[in-house]
């Protein structure tokens, strides 16, 4: 089988694009946090930074023992996502970007006359090239090549920075034998745990088992699946839909108060319902969680019907908030689930709600002509500015939504 997928991970991508944009930076510890605090974590790190054990997630001011001479920088979102659209760009100009999957990962289709080996390593260096040419020279890659996108991400992490690793079919699966079985995407480590409860210890073992022996350690045909991925077999993705759109916040030390929270809750509120609105969908329910200073955490749900209007989910919220827990709050949370497109779905029955949905895709409308929050909702006023736009690894702002 030939190679089929080309998988393109940025190396350190937050890190990166600050030491691309500010010159001092380079060849500095550098660790992106998405506030100027102590008390929150790292969200990226260099790779001189690594050196030192510093790593997504580590706490500042565990960073910052570990090496007193980290460069702390706080996180750009704005930056990133264009620095991203121009690697996508140059990408582009090589081959087809066929999805992407995070702000920092992608994937193109091989061309036939690209799916031997010498000709997608060439493909791949070219790549490289074009990033390097278009978005600097501190933008690296990893890049991994193989009969299907499960084993070309799996490449892509077998050799970092800058890596590039192909795996042919006829090296299957004994060229994975090497490999820790969290290696593998999929295996996280309550999968590892299930696995050595039945005897699976590393992925040469894993690998040794037959296709039903694979289902029943998954529990289902995933296993299956996961026998054919692991020997180069291309299988079907079925394409997935939305379910959910939601954000949290850790609230900084001024924001610790409970009218405070609620301020930013209904400011996060704000923001699912236009990215709702947004992905043209409506909303069947919500969830609201606080996390306390104790380590309490409280969370409620309410269903919404199918609704797409901030006013309602705002009046669902305000029924939810009297049976909140008393005590510091330290982190808060909103997320609309059961979506469901709009496509189909008749107009409102009663005015004041047609007016309601009016007045939602208006205040939309001014936002987005004159930046986040030209118009709010009152119960968001003290923390308007709060919680800022921020990138998860798996999706990507679209900086056109002012929210």
């Known amino acids: 089988m030939p190679l089929s997928t080309l998988f393109l991970d940025l190396n350190s991508y937050f890190a990166s694009v600050e030491q691309q944009l500010q010159p001092h930076l380079r060849g500095k510890p550098v660790a992106v946090v998405p506030v100027d605090t102590d008390y929150t974590c790292c969200i990226a790190a260099s790779y001189e930074a690594k050196r030192f054990g510093i790593k997504t997630g580590t706490g500042v001011r565990e960073a910052k023992a570990l090496c007193p001479e980290l460069r702390v920088v706080v996180a750009r979102t704005e930056r990133y996502v264009e620095m991203h659209h121009t690697i996508c760009a140059a990408v582009e100009a090589c081959l087809p970007v066929q999805g992407v ?22 493909l791949a260096r070219r790549v490289k090239q074009a990033i390097y040419r278009q978005a600097g020279e501190c933008l690296r890659c990893s890049i991994g090549l193989a009969p299907n996108r499960f084993l070309a991400k799996v490449a892509s992490d077998m050799q970092k920075p800058d890596g590039l690793v192909a795996l042919q079919e006829h090296e299957l699966p004994q060229r994975l034998f090497a490999l820790q079985l969290t290696d593998l995407p999929g295996i996280g480590p309550r999968m590892e745990a299930r696995l050595r409860g039945q005897g699976v210890h590393s992925v040469e073992e894993l690998c040794k088992r037959s296709e039903g022996e694979m289902e029943r350690l998954w529990r289902g045909i995933v296993g299956r699946r996961w026998w054919h991925v692991l020997r180069g077999q291309e299988i079907y993705e079925a394409p997935t839909r939305r379910r959910s759109v939601g954000h949290q916040h850790v609230l900084p030390p001024e924001l610790r108060e409970p009218e405070q929270a609620r301020g930013v809750l209904v400011r996060l509120l704000s923001k699912a319902a236009a990215r709702a609105r947004h992905l043209g969908c409506r909303a069947g329910g919500m ?22 209007n901030t006013l309602d989910m705002a009046r669902a919220f305000a029924d939810l908030w009297p049976r909140r827990f008393k005590g510091a709050p330290l982190m808060v949370g909103v997320t609309l689930y059961n979506l469901s497109p ?12 047609r007016k309601r949905e009016r007045l939602a ?6 936002n987005a002509r004159h930046g986040a929050n030209a118009l709010y ?3 968001m006023h003290s923390a308007r500015d709060s919680a800022p736009a921020r990138i998860a690894f798996s999706s990507i702002p679209d900086l056109t939504l002012n929210v």
């Open 101 to 122: 999957l995070s702000i920092d990962e992608l994937f193109c289709r091989l061309g036939a006359r690209e799916q031997n080996l010498e000709a997608g390593q060439a």
């Open 287 to 308: 969830a609201v969680w606080m996390r306390y200073v104790d380590g309490r955490v409280w969370n409620e749900q309410a269903g919404l019907g199918q609704c797409r």
């Open 342 to 353: 709009d496509r189909g779905v008749p107009e409102a029955l009663f005015f004041e709600e």
């Open 361 to 366: 895709r208006a205040v939309d409308g001014v």
């Open 377 to 379: 909702l009152a119960a």
